[in-house]
């Protein structure tokens, strides 16, 4: 079924699992088109229960969500991406109401269905396939090992309260729900006005998979009033907006509840003094600036709005930019062909910016580019002329003048959330850093230099300022994802006026909607709690470890190895193979000059190539591929005439959700003949599910190539 505009209709809330609009009379805030003024929908909750949808989450949510483990919620999540990819034009095109271009479309819905992918995959690779989350190495509390503490995440008990801006209505959203929903914890989404259909739109097709977990996900299609009176410890809110409207809704959140935001940035680029017309840090920096000051019509939390410039290059700048807006630039309807900027997403929003762009020019500034009165734009029908009843502003740049410290406070404070700019002049980097300082703390600032020295001195001065700092040059310039574009996999997020929040980040966003906890006790007891095998931990050694698929093997599941004595021939021999002829192992005298070794003595690699020989079962079996080692430590030297085995454990065991094996981590302990302790690591295997040890044939069809790849 099409996605269609709701008209006069009230969008509906999705509440408890079932559609929910108010009762009949409700008057709701008409939601207008961008660019025409015509009415898209209306919005209300006149009525709504929020309490109750809480407690649906906190009850019904967390015990759906709780019954998967991580893989099978980053598997969901790789499923509702793959159905919004394949209704993203629907999503295009309404998003045209909002003002959005297509290529406006690539960040906000494809990067809203990007999120979800790599969330998918990071789940699976990053995640073990169970409900806890292990934090750091194990830490000895007793001399005899009895007493052990380790960290664990596990999810919290309430619910996540998302918050959402209007300018990316998916993007925003999903980066919010997909590292909850992979924590396990089920979410309440709050879209702004403006734009609560293109969020209703996103979550109508989620629903329609019928794979939503029950209770996971709810949407508050308009106001939420009192809603911090029911939240507590447990429960997180996740904000984005306005910096006024964070402080007065952390205020009201209760003791105990996590709130995090990310709000108004006065983001900075620096053109590094090197990056002169003829560079191609400088054609970089025109370009990103152009992209920044234009897409989303400039309504991005990370546009820059400081072009902190060279005081000799601040004019070709003004030309280079006036070059590109004229050959680059169509204001208009986002229907119509070749438009490539629309308008902002309602004309109270273009006044807002054009009140923010007379407060700057009260301070001191002077539009360069562009001006303040309205355009004439390119209409729906193809047609040019004034389109009063939209809300376009052409891209306007300012300029600044005087010294770099006498600059107005209001360059740094004030934020004109549209397609605006101001250039900066400096003299010094250290001015330069001194005026991305004056931003407050900020989402992102952006670096156009080849020169090492002064992208040094700019994250020295800076980096505590910032939550992200791209650094461009000739190298990345055509790879970089730009200045005002985060990715899943890193922090988003920024000190001071940003917010201080941290979204996004990878797994660290996961863990946002996790406790970590020390959990102290016996190893058997940390055994059973974190299904991880702990060194003093009861095992078995029924037979061969090798010899069991993952339906029989256990952890804990063990092989201890007889002796292998170690010659000096061994030594020379594995040497002069592999041209590792380093003194330690070929020099008596100067190896045992070297305080760490008693004379000659074995190689580190030679000795984890032994413990392969003693623990491997050779013949065909269950375990398909060894894909690596981790945590490799060399401990005691072995010298001619000793004598190592080794020790192996089943560590670990991580069934593969959509494939006919898992993963096994072994621990590995390598030992000489008086029981010290030579070398430590952990084995990482692929092993089978089930296995017929009578049809050894069989073997081929369970190891193809694919599987040696995790």
Known sequence: MAIEPTGTDILPSYLRDRWWTPDAGAAGIRVLDASTGEVVTRVSTDGIDL??????????????????????????????????????????????????????????????????????????????????????????????????????????????????????????????FAPAFLAGVPGVVKPATPTAYIAEAWVRILVETGRLPAGSLQLVSGAVPGLFDHLGLGDLVGFTGSASTAARLREQ????????????????????????????????????????????????????????????LVEPLFDALRDKIAERVVVGDPHAEGVTMGPL???????????????????????????????????????????????????????????????PDAVHDIEAFGPVASVLAYRTVDEAADLVGRGGGSLVTSVATADPGVAATLLARTAAFNGRMLFLDRDDARTSTGHGAPVPHLVHGGPGRAGGGEELGGIRAVLHHMQRTAVQGSPAMLTALTGVWHQGAASRTDRHPFRKSLAELRVGDQFASPLRAVTLDDIETFAHFTGDLFYAHMDEEAAAANPFFPGRVAHGYLLVSWAAGLFVDPAPGPVLANYGLENLRFVTPVSPGDEVRVVLTAKQITPRETDEYGEVRWDAVLLNQRDEIVATYDVLTLVAKTWDETDAGGAASRTPEAAVTP
């Open 51 to 176: 309490a109750g949808a809480l407690d649906h989450a906190r009850t019904v949510g967390q015990a759906s969500l709780g019954a998967l483990t991580f893989h099978q919620r980053a598997l969901l999540l790789k499923e509702f991406a793959i159905a919004l990819t394949a209704r993203k034009e629907e999503l295009y095109e309404l998003s045209k109401r909002a003002g959005a271009t297509v290529r406006d479309s690539l960040n906000d819905v494809d990067g809203g269905i990007g999120v979800l992918f790599t969330y998918a995959s990071k789940g699976r690779r990053e995640l073990p396939n169970g409900q806890v989350y292990l934090d750091g190495p194990v830490e000895p509390l007793a001399k005899d090992g009895s007493f052990l503490g380790r960290h664990v995440y596990t999810r919290l008990p309430g619910v996540a309260v998302q918050i959402n801006a209007f300018n990316f209505p998916m993007w925003g959203a999903l980066e919010k």
């Open 253 to 312: 959140a209760a003791p105990g509840v996590r709130f995090t935001s990310e709000t108004d940035s006065i983001n900075a680029s620096v053109l590094g003094p090197d990056a002169v017309p003829g560079t191609p840090e400088f054609d970089a920096y025109v370009k990103q600036l152009l992209i920044e000051l234009t897409t989303k019509a400039g309504q991005k939390c990370t546009a820059i709005r400081r072009a902190i410039v060279p005081e000799g």
């Open 345 to 407: 997403v309602s004309l109270e929003q273009r006044d807002e910016v054009l009140r923010a762009v007379a407060a700057l020019e009260a301070a001191g500034g002077r539009v360069v580019l562009g001006a303040t009165g309205a355009p004439d734009v390119v209409r729906a029908d193809g047609t040019v002329g004034p389109a009063p009843e939209g809300a376009f502003v052409a891209p306007i740049v300012l300029g600044f003048d005087g010294a770099a410290a006498a600059l």
